[in-house]
């Protein structure tokens, strides 16, 4: 597989598990969070996805497309594991997604017991009867994807 395919493998998987994951979340009451902005690709799947719901991002530094920066007011800028502690104190364990893309999900002080899932086995997910894979979980779901080592 070249890298073009695997990028785009990638990608698809990513959009696949975050329309899969659409009705689950859309049942469940709180914010949808995510850990890693980047260029602000997923970020704008997610607002499509769920109109109108608050969606907080986390990020070291903001290089985003300008189009895809979420408000200041919905941004936690900082190491995500301190900042992930802020948003806790701030918004409480309400969390209906958690999706982190970037670095291995323990790093940016994310569980790290995830399962592997559909369709790469680069996803890893933790998102109850949400989880392509089946896994029980609790009520929020996390999902990471990306160069994460998973076991
Ligand atoms: C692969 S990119 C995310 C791509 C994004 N989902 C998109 O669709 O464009 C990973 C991002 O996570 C951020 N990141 C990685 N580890 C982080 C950490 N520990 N704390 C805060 N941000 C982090 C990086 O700065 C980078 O912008």
């Given at each position: ?31 949808i ?17 769920f109109?109108g719901r608050d ?97």
């Amino acid at each position: 597989m070249s890298r073009l395919d695997s990028f785009i493998a990638r990608m698809q998987a990513q959009r696949d598990c975050l329309n899969f994951l659409k009705p689950a979340v859309a049942a469940l009451p709180g914010p949808i969070l995510e850990v890693g902005l980047g260029n602000g690709r997923t970020y704008d799947h997610l607002r499509d996805l769920f109109p109108g719901r608050d969606i907080y991002v986390f990020e070291r530094t903001v290089a985003a497309h300008p189009d895809c920066i979420p408000p200041d007011d919905r941004l936690f800028l900082g190491e995500a594991r301190e900042s992930i502690l802020r948003a806790a104190r701030t918004l409480g364990a309400v969390a209906a997604l958690i999706w982190a893309s970037g670095s291995a999900p323990h790093s940016m002080g994310l569980p790290r017991r995830e399962a592997t899932c559909s369709p790469t086995s680069r996803s890893t997910s933790r998102a109850g009867s949400a989880c392509p894979s089946r896994r029980a979980c609790r009520r929020t779901a996390t999902f990471s994807t990306g160069s994460a080592n998973v076991r």
